[in-house]
C-alpha cells in the first residue's frame, strides 16, 4: 500500500509527473530547453491570471521570499509586514536580515489580517515602501481575503509596492494577479503544482520592476534582471533544476487539461470534505471564523487527553497516513492535513478512516472533547 502523503509540501506526484524527471539530461543552454522554459512561462502566467513577466528560480519556497526582499529594497527602506502565522513572520524576519526596517502588523493564530488595520496602518505612516502579505498561512491553515486587503491598501496608497507570499496557495485557489494589482506574488513547485522540490515561480509587475531598479541591497543568484534576460534567451543564469523542469511541463499540461476553475472548484470541494469531515468527528479546526479556512490545508486542534506527535506517528507508522504537525507556538497543539495538487476525495476519505481508527487508541473521547 502507497503512503498517503497528507502533508501540505512535498505533495504527490502524478506517475507521468515523476516518470518525466527520469529523463536523460539535455544542455541547458539549447534549443530543447529553451522550448520547456518558453512553454512553461506562458503556461505559468495563465495560471497565474496575469500579463507580469515570470521568472522561475531554482529553489525552495524561502528563497522565493529572500529574492523578493533583495530585489526590491534597499537598506533602511520602510516596509508594513502583516503576519497571521509562521510564514508572515518568516518574511519579516528575512527583510529584517538584510537592514529592512520592518513594522509587523500580527494577528491572533487562527484569524485573518483585516483589511481595515491595514489600511489604517498605511494611514498612520506614509514612509512605508511595500506591503509584506501572505495570501494562505500553511501553519495555521487560514486564508486571507487578499482581494479586500489589496483594495483596501490601494485605497490609501495607489502605487505601494505589495510582495506577497503566495506559496501554498497560487495555482489551488483563486489569486487573479492583475486583477488585484499585486507586485511581486511567488509560489512553489512542491505545493498546489503536483511537482517535487526545486523550482520557484515568480510574477513580477511594472511597478516592482522600477523598484529592481532603485533597490541596493546586495544580490547575486537571485537577480531577478539577469533572470529575465536570460529568459529572453529562452534561459536561466545559473544550471536549473533541469529534472523539475521537465516535471513542471508535464504538470502543467495536466493541470491546463483540468483547466483553473476546476483546479479551483475541486480545492474548494475537496477543504469542504475535509472540513465537515474533521467536524463529524468531534474535532476543532483552528480558524475561529470558517469563511477564512484554507482550501489547501486544514489545521485541526489536538483534542484533551491526546498527545498530537503520539497521533502522528500511530497515523504514519500503522495507517500508511503522513500528518503534518504544528509549528512554532502551535508545535504539538495541532496537526495539519494537506489537500492541494494532486488529491482526491478518496484521498481524504482513507484518511479520515485511519483517523476514526487511530484517535481512540491515542486517548480520544468524543464525549471529553464535546464536554
Ligand atoms: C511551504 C511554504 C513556505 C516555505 O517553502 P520552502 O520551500 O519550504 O522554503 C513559505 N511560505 C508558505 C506560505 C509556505 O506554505
Known sequence: MSVNLRIPGPTPCPDDVLQAMSRQMINHRGPEFQEIITRITSSLQQFFETKNDVLTLTSAGTGAIEAAVVNTFSPGDRALCVSIGVFGDRFADIAQTYGVNV???????????????????????????AVLLTHNETSTGVTNDLGAIAKAIRGVRPDILILVDAISSLGSVPLPIDAWDLDVVFTGSQKGWMVPPGMAMVAVSQRAWKAVDQ???????????????????????WTPAVSVYFAMDVALQKLQKEGLKNIHERHARLGQFTRDSVKAMGLKIVPGEERYASNTVTAVWVPDGVDGPALNKMMRTEYNTVLAGGQGPLTGKIFRIGHLGFVSQEDLQACFDALKQALPRVGYSPVAAAR
Open 103 to 129: 513594522e509587523k502588523l500580527s494577528f491572533d493564530q487562527g484569524t485573518a489580517a483585516d483589511p481595515d488595520a491595514v489600511a489604517a496602518a498605511l494611514k498612520k505612516d506614509a514612509s512605508f515602501k
Open 215 to 237: 533597490a541596493r541591497i546586495p544580490r547575486y543568484y537571485f537577480d531577478y534582471k539577469k533572470a529575465k534576460s536570460y529568459l529572453e534567451k529562452g534561459q536561466t543564469p
